[in-house]
């Protein structure tokens, strides 16, 4: 779009060509654009969907003698997956956070049903 010249948007000819790594706007979007908001958008919808995902977890689950929650995948996908179709994902991220203690790196449905997670 910069060297477009039916280009109008004034934002692309203030900013400089290329970013380098140390640059902290590297990777990121130009501020106030609709990409940014996008993202921003997108952030939101996963963390209530990790808050969500906790409260399941809360609900479904069994309190164990540490007092942590604890629920199985199996029990967990059958309970979350009318919700939404992406709670690997979800649980993922959740653990990301610290919110959430599971063992590997991922789950599988059947194979991985037995695997319990800790809400933390």
């Given at each position: 779009q910069r060297k477009n010249p039916f280009s109008?948007?004034?934002?692309?000819?203030?900013?400089?060509?290329?970013?380098?790594?140390g640059d902290p706007t590297y990777g990121r979007p130009p501020e106030g654009s609709r990409t940014e908001q996008r993202g921003r958008d997108a952030h939101s919808h996963v963390g209530k969907e990790v808050e969500e995902l906790c409260l399941i977890i809360r609900r479904t689950g069994e309190v164990g003698e540490d007092g942590h929650v604890r629920v199985t995948f199996g029990q967990l996908f059958?309970?979350?997956?009318?919700?939404?179709?992406?709670?690997?994902?979800?649980?993922?991220?959740?653990?990301?956070?610290?919110?959430?203690?599971?063992?590997?790196?991922?789950?599988?449905?059947?194979?991985?049903?037995?695997?319990v997670i800790t809400l933390l």
């Open positions: 109008s948007d004034d934002r692309l000819a203030s900013k400089p060509a290329h970013t380098h790594r059958e309970t979350y997956v009318t919700i939404s179709n992406k709670v690997v994902g979800i649980l993922l991220r959740a653990r990301k956070h610290g919110l959430v203690h599971f063992e590997g790196e991922m789950l599988w449905q059947g194979k991985d049903d037995d695997v």
